[in-house]
């Protein structure tokens, strides 16, 4: 199973990102976990570091939502190389289908992240 380098969470909810950060430390394939409480704090993060090899980004935060960091990262031109996993409580359709119009995002998955999901994502998206 692949092993990543940074992996960022961006949610407003402790609790999730507590679960998912538990589900990475419980597979031990990640060196970093950043957490973010909203787009604007991942955004700024994102211009002071290297960029992750994947970032969950939810949809609904204060400040800047999901779909403003993403159009704020598109137009800086960074982290093209980053994949994208909206995690989100939100079952909206156009939601779903707004997720993929941008380049990076590879999956749409309800709350919360589990292991199991964990590893279909590495096995799919990082182990070619």
């Not at 402790?14 to 409480?37: G, H, P, Q």
């Not at 999956?107 to 292991?115: G, V």
């Amino acid at each position: 199973m692949h092993h990543f380098n940074k992996v960022l969470l961006v949610d407003d909810d402790d609790a999730t990102n507590f679960l998912t950060e538990l589900a990475f430390k419980n597979l031990a394939i990640a060196n970093e976990i950043e957490m973010a409480s909203d787009g604007l704090i991942a955004y700024e993060w994102i211009r002071q570091n290297n960029c992750p090899d994947i970032i969950f980004l939810d949809i609904r935060m204060p400040r800047m939502d999901g779909f403003d960091f993403l159009d704020n990262i598109t137009k800086m031109n960074v982290c093209k190389q980053a994949k994208i996993v909206m995690l989100t409580s939100s079952t909206r359709a156009e939601d779903k289908a707004k997720a993929f119009t941008y380049k990076g995002v590879i999956d749409y998955l309800e709350k919360p992240l589990t292991e199991k999901t964990i590893q279909m994502i590495a096995n799919t998206w990082f182990d070619k």
